[in-house]
T-cell receptor
């Protein structure tokens, strides 16, 4: 069973609207949680990274939250743009050397 | 700009014909990783190098090998590619134990492998 679950699997939103992606994890011990954006045919690019003591972190129009008690994270995209169309992957690090546990990703499509 | 570079971006090989994918980095990171990513799936770690120490994942097939001749370069060798090995191969680096406590991984753009 995957230790990092993301929802929804995919979503379609209108340009300019907001959306929120969810990530639940059971990985333990927990080191940090990252959100990556992966454009089709490209490598993942880091958006945010948070340790257990951080509740929220922003990167432009992207805001990630983390609740280490409930083991939940969310990624909020504000005022979506066409360039936001991509797969958003939640990744949890458990090992000290940095082994990553990947979620399956949420495919976001922004339409005009 | 410091970055992770993968060559080639697209590779076509024949069934059973050995192929080598390359990765280089200008970040001076001590850890380098190889991932396999199939369509609509999460990346799957194949192995990683911590400096010169090679660490293989338990479920990585013997068909996949790796070499790291120096800090900057790392190669993925597929000895006898099968149709099931067609995928995107991602290289990543991190600086474990150094200035960053996050051990953030930086990914290259990937090499898309097609097996005919």
């Amino acid at each position: 069973k995957n230790q990092v679950e993301q929802s929804p699997q995919s979503l379609i939103i209108l340009e300019g609207k907001n959306c929120t992606l969810q990530c639940n994890y059971t990985v333990s011990p927990f080191s940090n949680l990252r959100w990556y954006k992966q454009d089709t045919g490209r490598g993942p690019v880091s958006l945010t990274i948070m340790t257990f003591s951080e509740n929220t972190k922003s990167n432009g129009r992207y805001t990630a939250t983390l609740d280490a008690d409930t083991k939940q994270s969310s990624l909020h995209i504000t005022a979506s743009q066409l360039s936001d169309s991509a797969s958003y992957i939640c990744v949890v690090t458990t090992d000290s050397w940095g082994k990553l546990q990947f979620g399956a990703g949420t495919q976001v499509v922004v339409t005009p | 700009d410091a970055m992770v570079i993968q060559n080639p971006r697209y590779q076509v090989t024949q069934f059973g014909k050995p192929v080598t994918l390359s990765c280089s980095q200008t970040l001076n990171h001590n850890v380098m990783y190889w991932y396999q990513q199939k369509s609509s799936q999460a990346p799957k770690l194949l192995f990683h190098y911590y400096d010169k120490d090679f660490n293989n994942e338990a479920d990585t097939p013997d068909n996949f090998q790796s070499r790291r001749p120096n800090t900057s370069f790392c190669f993925l060798d597929i000895r006898s590619p099968g149709l099931g090995d067609a995928a995107m191969y991602l290289c990543a680096t991190s600086s474990f134990g150094r200035e960053s406590s996050y051990n953030e991984q930086f990914f290259g753009p990937g090499t898309r492998l097609t097996v005919l």
